[in-house]
């Protein structure tokens, strides 16, 4: 069984924190909560859950499962209401499980605590959810040379006087279960605040080895957009867990610092979307 895009988000940070710093004392390791979960305005909160792991730990499709985490108490609260959430089984992830709110969505300008119980620890996260950001246009380009293959563009104007932070993700209809962050996915507007700018997005980065798979959009491709804002430290994580993702198989390369977390008495990410959604056909 493949590991749909190795999508254990929670188990790929520990390996990326343990490449800096390895544990060699493996026998004294101690297992902490990994947070994967996101909520946006007019949706419920989705959370994806599992234990960390010794950076000298076996990694397969069983032992994955392992490390998912099925037993916890799970909650969040936006101040006024908290609600428990529920796991249920999820295919368009690995291991297949996520903590869902069927009753307190998302609303713009409003924080979001989650709380996450497991074996007397409580990890807690804090997270806002930023005004969407409209974009003015959206199209599909050949890339120089090619006959099918490009990328697609964004033309969008940058709220001015405060600072702003992006990131974008992709699904092709009838290729991909959900959707996928693109390469490169996470810029904020120091080069552009205030201003009209335009932007090319590569499709996101799979398993798979080949650079046309993994950058390129196909000719007759559907292609759903979801442009978000997210806060800073929403940006911080990501932008650290992309700079190790990137890095992770050159040794010449390391960042020498830990991928960043928004958790306390945890890793991982609890992130606020302020999202809008797009189509475009690559035509």
Do not use: H
């Not at 368009?92 to 409003?110: H, I, R």
């Not at 702003?164 to 699904?171: A, D, V």
């Amino acid at each position: 069984m493949t590991m749909k895009y190795l999508n254990l988000l929670a188990f790929s940070i520990i390996l990326l924190s343990s490449c800096v710093e390895p544990n060699f004392e493996v026998e004294d390791y101690q297992s902490q909560i990994v947070i994967d979960g996101w909520i946006e305005q007019g949706k419920y909160p989705q959370i994806l859950l599992t234990l960390s792991a010794p950076y000298f730990s076996e990694i397969d499709s069983v032992s994955l499962r392992n490390y998912s985490l099925t037993r916890a108490k799970v909650s969040v609260s936006n101040g006024e209401t908290t609600e428990v959430l529920t796991l249920k089984p999820n295919d368009a992830y690995f291991p297949p499980y996520m903590y869902v709110g069927t009753s307190l969505k998302g609303e713009v300008g409003k924080s979001y605590t989650l709380t996450v119980e497991y074996a007397g620890v409580k990890a807690i996260a804090t997270t806002t959810i930023p005004e969407p950001v409209s974009i003015d246009s959206l199209w599909f380009a050949l890339d120089q040379g090619k006959d099918s293959l490009g990328y697609i563009w964004i033309q969008f104007t940058d709220k001015p006087s405060r600072k702003n932070y992006y990131r974008t993700l992709t699904q092709i209809r009838n290729t991909d279960s959900k959707y996928i962050p693109n390469y490169f996915p996470n810029w904020n507007d120091d080069y552009f605040d205030g201003q009209k700018v335009e932007i090319s997005l590569f499709k996101g980065n799979k398993t798979s080895t080949n650079k046309t798979d993994q950058v390129y959009y196909q000719v007759g491709d559907t292609i759903s957009l979801k442009f978000t804002a997210i806060d800073k430290a929403s940006y911080d994580f990501w932008n650290s867990f992309q700079k190790e993702i990137l890095n992770s198989g050159n040794p010449f390369a390391s960042t020498n610092a830990r991928v960043q977390t928004n958790v306390t008495n945890g890793l991982g990410i609890w992130c606020g979307y302020g999202s809008s959604y797009y189509q475009v056909i690559a035509r």
